[in-house]
């Protein structure tokens, strides 16, 4: 039975070691980019105007998408809402773009990922509150609910957060070039 014991350590020692620092971070990555990249890309589309100029021309399904109740108050004419309102929509519209890619990069992963879980829980309390969705509830039989599916969504974006972006990433890389070199003594330093 001790043997059998050691066996189990030993191999799950090694993949908790070598494997899950490796694998983790870099299955979360490609899990997010693989099932809600393109979803917030195309949903970012859906709220800016043409051209370059667009991404500071949002449409006025923009301001009906993230801001309901205060659009609909003022009888759909986002021009009535003032200030504080277009720059959170401008700025809810750049995340649905800008987070997606830094993760996808591997870039800033951490803050993104931090940006992401908080967009996704903001995005999640609109659908509810402003748009009449069912949150549904943990622990039921359904498994798809709105509650259960953001939860899913939110998983692999914490485990970024925690963990950062893994080895394959921009992040790992500008560590590495960050790093000082040992191979430099002060004796061989440039003068």
């Known amino acids: 039975m001790h043997r059998l014991i050691a066996l189990h350590t030993r191999i799950f020692t090694a993949l908790d070691t070598r494997l899950a620092p490796v694998l983790l971070p870099t299955l979360a990555r490609f899990l997010f980019v693989a099932a809600l990249f393109l979803y917030y890309w195309n949903a970012g589309l859906t709220k800016i105007g043409?051209?370059?100029t667009g991404l500071f021309r949002l449409e006025?399904?923009?301001?009906?998408?993230i801001l309901p109740r205060a659009v609909e108050a003022v009888g759909y004419d986002p021009s009535a809402l003032g200030p504080l309102a277009r720059s959170v929509v401008l700025f809810g519209t750049w995340s649905e773009f800008l987070l997606p890619i830094l993760i996808a990069l591997g870039l800033f992963t951490r803050l993104a990922a931090l940006g992401m879980t908080g967009f996704v829980l903001v995005?999640?309390?609109v659908a509810v509150t402003g748009h009449g969705a069912a949150l549904g509830q943990f622990f039921d039989r359904h498994a798809d609910g709105l509650i259960d599916i953001r939860a899913f969504w939110v998983f692999p974006l914490v485990l970024l957060v925690l963990k950062g972006a893994g080895p394959l990433s921009l992040d790992a890389w500008l560590a590495r070039r960050q790093t000082?070199?040992?191979?430099?003594?002060?004796?061989s330093q440039p003068r």
């Open 50 to 52: 043409e051209g370059l």
């Open 60 to 65: 006025p399904g923009a301001y009906v998408q």
């Open 123 to 125: 995005q999640t309390w």
């Open 180 to 187: 000082p070199s040992a191979a430099l003594t002060p004796a």
